[in-house]
């Protein structure tokens, strides 16, 4: 996947992902407003309906995204 410039999401995200940036940099908001940024060769994971979030960049991100329902811990 990859973000542009100034790219900022337009909703929140409920679902789960296994997160890992390829290339540059992107934070991570959460809805209760707590923020982490992700560099090159970093990576998270977020689970399904346990956190509310979205993605935010300032000069554009390569990221790998994998989504599914192993995530969701059933």
């Known amino acids: 996947m990859e973000y542009s410039k100034n ?5 929140w995200c409920e679902k789960g992902h296994i997160v890992y940036c ?21 990576s998270y994971i977020v689970s ?3 956190s509310s979030h979205r993605s935010i960049t300032k ?3 390569q990221l790998l995204i994998i989504d599914g329902d192993f995530l969701n811990g059933k």
């Open 48 to 50: 399904d309906n346990l």
């Open 59 to 61: 000069n554009g991100v």
């Open 7 to 11: 790219y900022k999401a337009d909703h």
């Open 22 to 42: 390829l290339k540059g940099e992107v934070t991570n908001e959460l809805k209760d407003g707590k923020k982490s940024i992700l560099c090159e060769g970093m």
